[in-house]
């Protein structure tokens, strides 16, 4: 069966400090991998998204960016934090286009 | 561009009561998907249903339902007889040729 991995589950990092959150699926190859953000007041928005080691599509301009190094794994990164980045981030995966989300337990991210 | 739209914000209900919860979506897509995804407070979403644009048949799982009307782009979600373990954020989304959008959520409370 399919499993996918997301850590940490919490992190309090201070303003201008790096991050590096990672998500892991297993059971499964080339999967399409994508990283949401949800912010206070729940809404759901989408940053990253891949379908192939190596290729990332950007949805929004912001100060993080992700890499795919591996076929099942996506890391989501900020090389200097700000106080906005504070939220609820949620890695997913699919089989293909218009499959289903899988979605991790996701990592509550404190910028202070 | 695409848009979901999900006017409800929250929604408190008393236990055993039938509640609906509206989405609304925009897309210049001819072939899409419509989903919908629960968030219990655990944080991590979880998949109820997949529909696709050509399938307008109503849907019903237990005490689960869904409405699609291609005509008003619509695609309610009916819970009959509420329980206090349906209380979470629900989330309608779509999926056209590439990503995934969601929409801002409806908070749902079942009181006891």
């Known amino acids: 069966s399919q499993t996918i991995h997301q850590w940490p589950a919490t992190l309090v990092q201070p303003v201008g400090s790096p991050l590096s959150l990672e998500c892991t699926v297993e059971g499964t190859s080339n999967p399409n991998l994508y990283w949401y953000r949800q912010a206070a007041g729940r809404g759901l928005q989408l940053l990253f998204y891949?379908?192939?080691?190596?290729?990332i599509s950007s949805e929004v301009p912001q100060n993080l960016s992700a890499s795919r190094p591996q076929d099942r794994q996506f890391i989501l990164s900020s090389k200097k934090l700000l106080l906005s980045d504070s939220g609820f981030y949620l890695c997913?995966?699919?089989?293909?286009?218009?499959?289903?989300?899988?979605f991790g337990s996701g990592t509550q991210l404190s910028v202070l | 561009a695409q848009k979901v739209t999900q006017a409800q914000t929250e929604i408190s209900v008393v236990e055993k009561e039938d509640v609906t919860l509206d989405c609304v979506y925009e897309t210049r897509d001819t072939t899409y998907y419509l989903f919908w995804y629960k968030q219990p407070p655990s944080g991590e979403l979880v998949f109820l249903i997949r529909?696709?644009?050509?399938?307008?048949q109503n849907e019903i799982s237990g005490r689960y339902s869904w409405n699609f009307q291609k005509s008003t782009s619509s695609f309610n979600f009916t819970i009959t007889a509420s329980q206090v373990v349906d209380s979470a954020v629900y989330f309608c989304?779509?999926?056209?040729?590439?990503?995934?959008?969601f929409g801002p959520g409806t908070s749902l409370s079942v009181i006891p």
């Open positions: 891949s379908v192939g080691i190596g290729q």
């Open positions: 989304a779509l999926e056209g040729y590439d990503k995934v959008i």
């Open positions: 529909r696709n644009s050509f399938d307008e």
């Open positions: 997913a995966w699919s089989r293909g286009l218009n499959e289903k989300l899988f």
